[in-house]
T-cell receptor, first 110, second 114 residues
């Protein structure tokens, strides 16, 4: 089975721009979660989607949003980028309670 | 919400020695505790997990123990090898009740010296 696929692997943006990250979950997995990883804050939960519905949300500002499509693929969007948004964004898919992560998208905001 | 603390932040051992990483959690409702290994440039990889109705679980050189009363769980790696060098994260979750919201420890950088 193919793993969780995230694109792109690297992104460089400037402050004020917006960005869209993509995630394809493991085949058959209907739940997709997003996490932000930074050296200072560690792994922090952004949101979780199941069957195109957001079921859970972390403590991030409204500039962070996401969606899930009928084929379970998911995208997350960050608008009005700030320097502090520089991070590794990880997508994870799950069946039952086990989380399986992709390799992440490394976002650098200049 | 849940708070997961992980110690130590760095751990250096000689090849062949054992390594132990400890985590504590605050929410008694947490019932699922996975451990992840993250290598440079990769996402976290699930290496072992334990549910709250089990006290210990072992998989070859890796074992996890859980003390529900004290709210702590530990990862034990025996006969360490250089390829075990990575960052290890513990996590806690209330599972399906909380729609897969996981709380992670801050990570332990393990260095296995040949």
């Amino acid at each position: 089975k193919a793993g969780v696929t995230q694109t792109p692997r690297y992104l460089i943006k400037t402050r004020g721009q917006q960005v869209t990250l993509s995630c394809s979950p493991i085949s058959g997995h209907r739940s997709v979660s997003w996490y932000q990883q930074t050296p200072g804050q560690g792994l922090q939960f952004l949101f979780e989607y199941f069957s195109e519905t957001q079921r859970n949300k972390g403590n991030f500002p409204g500039r962070f949003s996401g969606r899930q499509f009928s084929n379970s693929r998911s995208e997350m969007n960050v608008s009005t980028l700030e320097l502090g948004d520089s991070a590794l964004y990880l997508c994870a898919s799950s069946s039952s309670t086990k989380l399986f992560f992709g390799s992440g998208t490394q976002l650098s905001v200049l | 919400g849940e708070n997961v603390e992980q110690h130590p932040s760095t751990l250096s051992v000689q090849e062949g020695d054992s390594a132990v990483i400890k985590c504590t959690y605050s929410d008694s409702a947490s019932n699922y505790f996975p451990w992840y290994k993250q290598e440079l440039g990769k996402g976290p990889q699930l290496i072992i997990d334990i549910r709250s109705n089990v006290g210990e679980k072992k998989d070859q050189r890796i074992a996890v123990t859980l003390n529900k009363t004290a709210k702590h769980f530990s990862l034990h790696i025996t006969e360490t090898q250089p390829e075990d060098s990575a960052v290890y994260f513990c996590a806690a979750s209330t599972g399906l009740d909380n729609f897969n919201k996981f709380y992670f420890g801050s990570g332990t950088k393990l260095n296995v010296k040949p």
